[in-house]
């Protein structure tokens, strides 16, 4: 997916509603994370500048929720595509994003 605000809105989206999204919460925070990385060094528009908190969040609720409900051990073995996060969290990413 291209990293616009309009694919940012889609990707939420698609979190919000899992059972019709073609991906997993967890390729949707690793979308997250790469379109974050893409603006590290550099000035983002303002209509991208706005977006970046929430794709951080989602990327690091992603991380904290998995940390908080398994064991290391299970972190290091698993694959967690089936791994979902609470569907309330991305309509409120959403309700940002959208505002």
Not at 45 to 62: C, F, G, M, N, S
């Amino acid at each position: 997916m291209p990293f616009t605000p309009e694919a940012v809105i889609q990707v939420l989206e698609w979190g919000s509603n899992p059972e019709q999204s073609p991906y997993s919460h967890k390729q949707i925070a690793e979308w997250c994370d790469r379109f974050w990385c893409q603006y590290i060094d550099v000035d983002a528009p303002p209509a991208i500048e706005r977006l970046l908190p929430i794709l951080t969040d989602v990327e690091t609720q992603w991380d904290l929720y998995l940390a908080n409900t398994y064991q290391i051990e299970d972190l290091r073995s698993r694959s967690f595509e089936d791994e979902r996060l609470p569907v309330e969290w991305f309509q409120d990413w959403l309700s940002k994003a959208k505002a």
